[in-house]
Nanobody, 127 residues
Framework: QMHVVESGGGLVQPGGSLRLSCTAS????????VGWFRQAPGREREAVSC????????FYKDSVKGRFTISRDTAKNVVYLQMNNLEPEDTATYYC????????????????????WGQGTQVTVSS
């Protein structure tokens, strides 16, 4: 059965760092555009970052540019989200997902174009 699992969340002080991992079972992440999304209580799920399946192309939400980095380890079938200089506004449940066929592409990073969602990992930024 195919599924993805997120890990690496936790409680961190403002300015701190975390690295989230997206691992997969039953599917090869290398074949898909993969996205990281987040959802805070009372808010809609939003795109954080996406990475292309075929080149080094990436997308970042404006507010995380320069702080977050998405990357792949093709040998380990893992996609990472390195998050530095975290802010309280980054507090949310973070999800990874693979792009479904017919999606608009990693450049748009639209949640509606992604499937195989994991259960999420909680990130809390607080002093």
């Amino acid at each position: 059965q195919m599924h993805v699992v997120e890990s690496g969340g936790g409680l961190v002080q403002p300015g701190g760092s975390l690295r989230l991992s997206c691992t997969a079972s039953g599917l090869t992440l290398n074949f898909y555009a993969v996205g990281w999304f987040r959802q805070a209580p009372g808010r809609e799920r939003e795109a954080v970052s996406c990475i292309s399946s075929y080149d080094d192309g990436t997308f970042y939400k404006d507010s995380v540019k320069g702080r977050f980095t998405i990357s792949r380890d093709t040998a380990k079938n893992v996609v990472y989200l390195q998050m530095n200089n975290l802010e309280p506004e980054d507090t949310a449940t973070y999800y990874c997902a693979t792009e479904s066929p017919g999606g608009m592409g990693y450049q748009y990073c639209l949640p509606r174009d992604f499937g195989f969602w994991g259960q999420g990992t909680q990130v809390t930024v607080s002093s």
